[in-house]
């Protein structure tokens, strides 16, 4: 079984969860078997406004424990995540990185901010 704890920035309460990555996919947005897929499978909300195609940057998580364990970014990832406010050296799209390994241990911070909060909060 692979353990997936999210920690959530905005003062949630953090989540852990249990799951085997051979069972996905989890529901339908994200490639399956990446932080969206798994969050959303299990009732936890992760922004995701492009519907977990690869194109915007509010599904940005920050990987505290595990980033070798996840899929490599492609190039399209790489470059959207240079948009992303608060980008840090293990930050990754949640819809794009994969969780390979099926006793894996992740850790994640969603950012208290993405670009639509910034969007939202600056009218
Ligand atoms: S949900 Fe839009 S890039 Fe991940």
């Known amino acids: 079984m692979a353990r997936l704890r999210v920690i959530f920035e905005s003062g949630e309460p953090e989540r852990v969860i249990e799951f085997s990555p051979s069972k996905a996919p989890f529901q339908h947005d994200g490639q399956p078997g990446s932080i969206l897929d798994v969050l959303l499978g299990h009732g936890i909300n992760l ?43 293990t ?27 910034q969007v939202a909060e600056s009218r």
């Open 91 to 117: 930050s990754r799209l949640g819809c794009q990185a994969v969780i390979v390994d099926e006793d894996a241990e992740i850790v994640v911070v969603v950012p208290r901010y993405t670009i639509n909060q």
């Open 47 to 89: 922004e995701h406004a492009c519907g977990g195609n690869c194109a915007c940057t509010t599904c940005h998580v920050i990987v505290k424990t595990g980033f070798n364990k996840l899929s490599e970014a492609e190039e399209r990832e790489e470059d959207l995540l240079d948009r992303a406010p608060g980008l840090t050296p």
